[in-house]
Nanobody, 123 residues
Framework: QVKLEESGGGSVQTGGSLRLSCAASGYTFSTYSQGWFRQAPGSEREAVAIILSGGHVGYVDSVKGRFTISLDVAKNTLYLQMNSLKPEDSAVYYC?????????????????WGQGTQVTVSS
């Protein structure tokens, strides 16, 4: 049974940093694609960063240069380091996994989701 559990959200001021973690179980990292998504009130869920175990990573333009996605295969954990946070980064952040092992920014491509963690950035 695939299980994803996020942690690390919180409240910070503009310019601050947070590191999100996603503890994963029930599948093999090397055969899944994984990513971070976010959803603000009244908005659709959007991709933030995607990673394949082979090293391919991608970011939505609004976070390039500020966010870094990474995997710790030994710990079965996915991370999102978020620096230079802005109020517009405020949202519920979700980690997701797909057994199709393909690079996709569409939430519909991911069949496993965590419960989400709130990130709030104040000005």
């Amino acid at each position: 049974q695939v299980k994803l559990e996020e942690s690390g959200g919180g409240s910070v001021q503009t310019g601050g940093s947070l590191r999100l973690s996603c503890a994963a179980s029930g599948y093999t990292f090397s055969t899944y694609s994984q990513g971070w998504f976010r959803q603000a009130p009244g908005s659709e869920r959007e991709a933030v960063a995607i990673i394949l175990s082979g090293g391919h990573v991608g970011y939505v333009d609004s976070v390039k240069g500020r966010f870094t996605i990474s995997l710790d295969v030994a710990k079965n954990t996915l991370y999102l380091q978020m620096n230079s946070l802005k109020p517009e980064d405020s949202a519920v952040y979700y980690c997701a996994a797909s057994d199709s092992y393909s690079y996709s920014l569409s939430p519909t491509s991911y069949n496993y989701w965590g419960q989400g963690t709130q990130v709030t950035v104040s000005s």
